[in-house]
DNA sequence: TAGACAAATGCAACAATATTGCAAGTTAAA
DNA sequence: TTTAACTTGCAATATTGTTGCATTTGTCTA
């Protein structure tokens, strides 16, 4: 297990498994891209589905992952970035789908910090979906 | 069935049923808010679970309602805006999902038709989700 | 470094959500 | 009114997510 991975569990308080280590070694690797739970199971044959859920979980709790919400029905994480904590998520960033190879990537340069909420509205977190065609697809 | 929803079901050139008619006297109700699966399954106890995923699955093709990308689990509808098409949806607009009541609600004054995406990227739609509490929660 | 304690894992069982095929019923148009 | 296409309801099955519990592993302290 690289040094990264270790910094990266000891600093969200996470027991450094093996399990842990190669599910944060996938993430590592993605970079900006979110990832979705059937892939990491075809990338890890050998875990169990449920401590994958769990382990997904836990990294969330944690702060070191965040759930993506957009169009499509898998449900796709990806790396926090330094601001997210046990106590709260810090991603104001928008994330693109590619409706052709289906890939999420996060778009760290657009954000929506800005927005104005009608009277009696408190926002919380908020998540922009841009949905098309990728630069690696768009030919 | 009355005027209304008889004259949107042949607008989107789908054949008017008994369930089509309950299904989108529904949506008609309920405005701004987006529905869930098993929110229309409670209202409609006697229905068929699988005709009911049929009759969404159709609705959205024939673009008279959208499917609203949010946190929160369950898959949720909302009825279009008069833009949208069989070819194309066109919901520019936020939604709002309150973490109280679980609601999610069109914030048709928030646009997101200005944000500017890389190099390569080509947008088709876009989705804006306010996390947060809602003017009925907020005490 | 050995032992104790808490946390993580793997398995089984189960619950919820979604899809497909097919026969029977319904709608729309000639 | 008859036909052709579409819609429905049921059965079966697939996918996704959750809970409980016994066993194993990691971390902390003596």
Redesign the pocket.
């Known amino acids: 297990m690289n040094q990264t991975i270790v910094e990266l569990?000891?600093r969200h308080e996470?027991?450094?498994?093996?399990?842990?280590g190669e599910v944060l070694k996938i993430f590592l690797e993605a970079g900006k891209q979110a990832i979705t739970?059937?892939e990491l199971e075809q990338r890890l044959p050998?875990?169990?589905?449920?401590?994958l859920?769990?382990?997904l979980?836990?990294f969330e709790d944690k702060g070191l992952i965040h759930q993506v919400v957009d169009s499509g029905?898998?449900?796709k994480y990806a790396l926090c970035n330094d601001a997210c904590t046990e106590h709260r998520h810090h991603d104001e960033h928008a994330h693109f789908h590619c409706n052709d190879c289906g890939k999420t990537i996060c778009l760290d340069s657009i954000t929506t910090s800005t927005i104005q909420v009608p009277r009696g509205f408190k926002v919380q977190q908020t998540h922009l979906v841009l949905e098309g065609t990728c630069n690696n697809c768009e030919n």
């Open positions: 569990l000891q996470l027991r450094k498994t093996a399990m842990r739970h059937p050998d875990a169990d589905r449920i401590t859920y769990r382990t979980k836990a029905n898998a449900t």
